[in-house]
């Protein structure tokens, strides 16, 4: 039997064998049905995943070197804007420093949720109400469905955790903090308003702590509670693939790692300009 012959169509009952559980039927099919309405080259049959999993065993290269690099660069600003807000006077330079880094990451994350790797992609993770809440539900089951890329939640959440890291880097070029030191952009908009957006990008500031917050959370619950290695994940790249629902075709997921290298080069110049040309307003 050739390889052909055993490739089986998503909506097989057969596929729903291969994966037992109940539980996970939904967000087989439904995940799968979600992106291939919207792009017929995401259909994932069986014969797919099987190629997949036993092409890279166990573990599976989930998150590029820039996705990883993005994590721990917007972690590490994002902290130190916070600590050096809180110190105030000379710090501030270094606090607006900050802010332009956090700007640029998001701009880079913005692009390379176009331009970047299989699980990088915005299409890839963002999925329909109809399946967040399906999502939803078996999560207070606790019968969630394991994904390699962002779960539907997570990457609702993802999507959140940049809007706000946007409003609060690109809030704080309008902000002064009324003695000496000023956002770049604050001659746009006046001081009134100037004094405006800084209460804004205070309070913000709180909800986006709050959303970090959740996140820590819910990466904890996946880690210790189900087991899945979620931390590891965002350090190596690589991810336990085997029960997941989001599985890449094998030809979806390899890319030259050259082509990505410099794809992921072009788009980090691309966004420095962005943020260069923003501060030239
Ligand atoms: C300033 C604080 C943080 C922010 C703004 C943040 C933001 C994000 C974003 C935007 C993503 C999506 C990555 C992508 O697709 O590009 C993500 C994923 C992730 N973050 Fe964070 N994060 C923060 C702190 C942390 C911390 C402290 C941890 C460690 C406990 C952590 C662990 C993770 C993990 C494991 C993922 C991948 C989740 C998955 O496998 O679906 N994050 N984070
Ligand atoms: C994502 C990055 C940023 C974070 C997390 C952040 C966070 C904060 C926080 C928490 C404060 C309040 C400190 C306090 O308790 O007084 C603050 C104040 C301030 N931020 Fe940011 N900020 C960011 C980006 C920026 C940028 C890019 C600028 C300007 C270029 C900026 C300009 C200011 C100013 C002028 C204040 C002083 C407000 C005052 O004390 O009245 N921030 N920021």
Redesign the pocket.
């Known amino acids: 039997m050739t390889l052909a012959d055993t490739r089986l169509h998503i909506s097989s009952p057969l596929l729903l064998l291969t994966y037992g559980e109940q539980e996970r039927k939904f967000a087989i099919i439904s995940t799968v049905k979600d992106h291939s309405d919207r792009d017929p080259s995401m259909t994932t049959t069986t014969a797919d995943a099987t190629d997949n999993i036993s092409a890279h065993g166990q573990k599976s290269q989930v998150w590029d070197i820039f996705v990883r690099l993005f994590h721990w660069a917007l972690v590490f ?2 902290g130190f ?2 600590w050096t ?2 110190q ?1 006077g000379e710090w ?1 330079q270094w ?2 420093r ?3 880094a ?2 640029g990451l998001v701009i880079f994350r913005l692009l390379w949720g176009f331009a970047g790797s299989f699980y990088a992609r915005f299409r890839q993770f963002i999925y329909s109400p109809k399946t967040t809440l399906q999502y939803l539900g078996s999560l207070l089951q606790r019968k969630e469905p394991v994904y390699a890329g962002h779960n539907p939640l997570g990457g609702w959440a993802v999507v959140l955790l940049l809007l706000l ?1 946007a409003f ?6 309008f ?5 000496f ?4 952009l604050v001659h746009l908009v006046g001081y009134d308003l100037s004094i405006e957006i ?1 209460k804004w ?2 309070t913000m ?1 709180n909800v ?1 702590l709050a959303v970090i917050a959740v996140h820590v959370v819910g990466v904890i619950y996946h880690q210790r509670f189900r087991k899945e290695p979620l931390l590891q994940g965002m350090i190596t790249g690589q991810k336990p693939v085997a029960e997941a629902v989001d599985l890449a075709t094998a030809e979806q997921a390899t890319k030259s790692p050259a082509r990505l290298i410099v794809t992921g080069l072009i788009v980090i110049a691309v966004s420095v300009a962005a943020v260069w040309g923003l501060l030239s307003l």
Do not use: R
């Not at 609060?168 to 070029?173: E, F, I, M, V």
């Not at 030191?181 to 770049?184: A, F, L, S, Y």
């Open positions: 600003f994002i804007a916070w807000g809180e105030g501030m606090h607006m900050c802010g332009y956090v700007l890291c609060q880097a690109g809030s704080g070029l902000a002064n903090d009324d003695i030191t000023e956002g770049p800084t990008h205070k500031f986006l």
